[in-house]
């Protein structure tokens, strides 16, 4: 069973606008939170993170929220620029456990 | 740039066969992760190593083995290689055996079985 969920494969937003990208999770026990950007032949790349203690941690175009009690979180970002196409993952930690527990990604195209 | 290397980029081999992938942590890190990514799936953790013991253990099949050498860089050993095993194969690393460290990808190594 997928303990970290992103239900869109994709997305398609205007440049300029804003792009929100959606996690849900199941696991209570998770602490930390991080999203990460893919660009094909690439590995992913660290975008912005969150503790469970906060429920928003902003950077620069990126803002992360975190809503403990629906178990979601949300990645937005703004505004959308055609360099921000890429497939973002949603990525989950437990504890002392060190590995990341991932969704499966949602592939963002901003259309110029 | 990660700061993580990953040896070689692309791998083809067929049924059977054995294959090493390596990977090199960023300068500092002592904790190296081996994940494998299938066609439209997200990433699974295979295992883990922390200054050259293995820390935790994933979805790692018996057929696929690592280990962590004293300079720090760690291979990924897969024998028996099935059609199935083909898949991109990330090798991330990160300050800390359990910490909050964020961990830092390699380009991967994109292996296919025919």
């Known amino acids: 069973d997928q303990q970290v969920k992103q239900n869109s494969p994709s997305l398609s937003v205007q440049e300029g606008r804003i792009s929100i990208l959606n996690c849900d999770y199941t696991?209570?026990?998770?602490?930390?939170f991080l999203w990460y950007k893919k660009y094909p032949a690439e590995g992913p790349t660290f975008l912005i993170s969150?503790?469970?203690?906060?429920d928003k941690n902003e950077d620069g175009r990126f803002t992360v929220f975190l809503n403990k009690s629906a178990k979601h979180l949300s990645l937005h970002i703004v505004p959308s620029q055609p360099g921000d196409s890429a497939v973002y993952f949603c990525?989950?930690?437990?504890?002392?456990?060190?590995?990341?527990?991932f969704g499966k990604g949602t592939k963002l195209s901003v259309k110029p | 740039d990660s700061g993580v290397t990953q040896t070689p980029k692309h791998l083809i081999t067929a049924t059977g066969q054995r294959v090493t992938l390596r990977c090199s942590p960023r300068?500092?890190?002592?904790?190296v992760y081996w994940y494998q990514q299938s066609l439209d799936q997200g990433l699974q953790f295979l295992i883990q190593?922390?200054?050259?013991?293995?820390?935790a253990k994933g979805n790692i099949l018996e057929r696929f083995s690592a280990q962590q050498f004293p300079d720090l860089h760690s291979e990924l050993n897969l024998s028996s290689l099935e059609l199935g095993d083909s898949a991109l194969y990330f090798c991330?690393?990160?300050?800390?055996?359990?910490?909050?460290?964020?961990?830092?990808f390699g380009p991967g190594t994109r292996l296919l079985v025919l």
């Open positions: 190593y922390y200054n050259g013991e293995e820390r």
């Open positions: 991330a690393s990160s300050g800390g055996s359990g910490s909050v460290g964020t961990q830092y």
């Open positions: 696991n209570s026990m998770f602490d930390y």
């Open positions: 300068s500092g890190d002592l904790s």
């Open positions: 990525a989950a930690k437990e504890g002392s456990q060190g590995n990341l527990i």
């Open positions: 969150i503790s469970s203690i906060k």
